[in-house]
């Protein structure tokens, strides 16, 4: 359906983005420490959720990876 293959060409650009994230900043790659995850009650989160949220807004900042 026509449907279907709007959500498919949203998850290619989301995967995209996803990829970028891995390839851009290494620390996203690899086996973390469990002291990166484990939350120790901040309310904003573990270590890891607020370095991916500063990944994600840096590479929100960049250059378009969408063709236009």
């Known amino acids: 359906t026509r449907r279907s293959g709007r959500v498919q060409k949203v998850r290619i650009h989301v995967e995209r983005c996803i990829g970028l994230?891995?390839?851009k900043y290494?620390?996203?790659k690899?086996?973390?420490?469990?002291?990166?995850?484990k939350n120790d009650g901040d309310i904003h989160g573990?270590?890891?959720?607020?370095?991916?949220?500063v990944c994600s807004a840096l590479t929100n900042l960049s250059?378009?990876?969408v063709p236009e």
Not at 46 to 53: G, R
């Open 30 to 37: 690899g086996t973390l420490q469990i002291c990166l995850v």
């Open 21 to 23: 994230l891995k390839n």
């Open 63 to 65: 250059a378009s990876i």
């Open 26 to 28: 290494t620390i996203l």
């Open 46 to 53: 573990s270590t890891i959720d607020k370095m991916l949220i």
